[in-house]
């Protein structure tokens, strides 16, 4: 995807409240700096990947919430949990979401699910890395069956078994919302170049480069254009000084990113996202042009 960098902030619904998570949101939805929001997907705390007790508001619920109340961010979840929901309700969520934000905002954001601590406590399986990779690729020819196929998608072989499933309200959005992948090894990239719309990358700096050529060797073995998927990159701001943070835009930037996502705490609020813009949004900004 060439063209203008994208710059967004993620602010995941994780110990805040609705009245302050949506003020945030709609301080950012008033930003000209930021093109884009998002949450993510846990239903437990997450704090250097460590589980906590800590309220979280449940992912799509919120989305539909934000799509009401702002009017221009592009926005959706990096990334959903495939384990937690099955694939054809996802796709009526997202065909809700993406009426009420309006064509051409929601994004749909799909990994294959990693939290041991909401899968326990839920009675949800979390079967080996392998079996989710599978999982996850048939969930998208679902979903994307569901969106674009008239007579609806029949799947009776691997994980999911269904028949003639389809979404009754065709999306706003044209063939549907993106959708991007959160997966980052070898196999998850495979799935990247042959089926979705976009790659969020979140790793060390060092490794960026290594699994973008990665993707850009899938698209040739398929014969997809690398231009056609969306290379986006999570940077982390939670206790980092602002040129810790423009350093590692920077690097992501040279290694070929074209949407960075500054992660922030939610219950900063809008004096939190305020700073981020200030001092790091704002300079990347000028010195992009």
Request: charged residues 25%; aromatic residues 6%; glycine residues 12%.
């Amino acid at each position: 995807m060439a063209g203008r960098i994208q710059i967004g902030f993620k602010a995941s619904q994780w110990d805040v409240e609705w009245p302050r998570l949506l003020a945030t949101w709609e301080l950012a939805d008033s930003l000209p700096e930021l093109d884009s929001g998002w949450l993510f997907d846990h239903f437990t705390g997450v704090r250097n990947r460590a589980a906590t007790f800590d309220g979280s508001l449940e992912a799509m619920t919120t989305a539909a919430g934000l799509a009401a109340r702002t009017r221009r961010l592009r926005f959706g979840h990096l990334v959903l949990g495939n384990t937690h929901r099955h694939p054809a309700l996802v796709a009526a969520e997202a065909v809700a979401i993406d009426h009420v934000a309006g064509s051409g905002r929601f994004v749909l954001g799909l990994g294959t699910g990693w939290l041991e601590d909401d899968h326990r406590r839920f009675g949800w399986a979390l079967p080996p890395m392998g079996e989710r990779m599978t999982m996850l690729e048939s969930s998208l020819r679902i979903i994307k069956g569901m969106w674009r196929e008239p007579a609806g998608v029949t799947l009776r072989q691997g994980p999911y078994d269904v028949r003639e499933a389809r979404t009754n309200l065709a999306p706003a959005t044209p063939g549907g919302p993106p959708i991007w992948l959160g997966t980052q090894g070898p196999r998850g990239l495979g799935i990247v170049a042959r089926l979705a719309d976009g790659w969020n990358a979140n790793v060390p700096i060092a490794d960026f480069g290594p699994r973008r050529d990665s993707l850009l060797r899938h698209c040739e073995r398929v014969g997809r254009h690398p231009d056609e998927i969306e290379i986006s990159a999570q940077v982390m701001c939670i206790d980092r000084r602002p040129a810790e943070i423009l350093e590692h835009a920077n690097a992501l930037l040279a290694g070929g990113a074209q949407h960075l996502v500054f992660v922030i705490l939610a219950s900063e609020g809008p004096r939190g996202l305020e700073g981020l813009v200030r001092e790091v949004v704002a300079p990347l900004r000028d010195r992009l042009g």
